[in-house]
Nanobody, 115 residues
């Protein structure tokens, strides 16, 4: 069973940047499309970015042009570079398999955008 550990969140001012990392424990990570999800208080979890094993990416309209997803299959790690952050980006961010049966959810990492 793949375990996921997210890191890199924090408190940042509007317009700031953060880089999230997600380390996976198992090799099956490399054959799955991975995604970054976020859940704000009182809202449904949403998929904000995804990346195929070959590197094809897709983004939600709300983050396109500001967020960049990438992966390093040799390190079993997926990243999310977030620029020009807005208060509405505040949420707990998780990584997991996208468009398929998810792995067990990790703890996530809190991102708070506030002045």
């Amino acid at each position: 069973q793949v375990q996921l550990v997210e890191s890199g969140g924090g408190l940042v001012q509007p317009g700031g940047s953060l880089r999230l990392s997600c380390a996976a424990s198992g090799r099956s990570f490399n054959i799955r499309t991975m995604g970054w999800f976020r859940q704000a208080p009182g809202k449904e979890r949403e998929l904000v970015a995804s990346i195929t094993p070959g590197g094809t990416t897709a983004y939600a309209a709300s983050v396109k042009g500001r967020f960049t997803i990438s992966r390093d299959n040799a390190k079993y790690t997926v990243y999310l570079e977030m620029n020009n952050l807005k208060p509405e980006d505040t949420a707990v961010y998780h990584c997991n398999a996208a468009y398929s049966t998810p792995f067990s959810w990790g703890q996530g990492t809190q991102v708070t955008v506030s002045s």
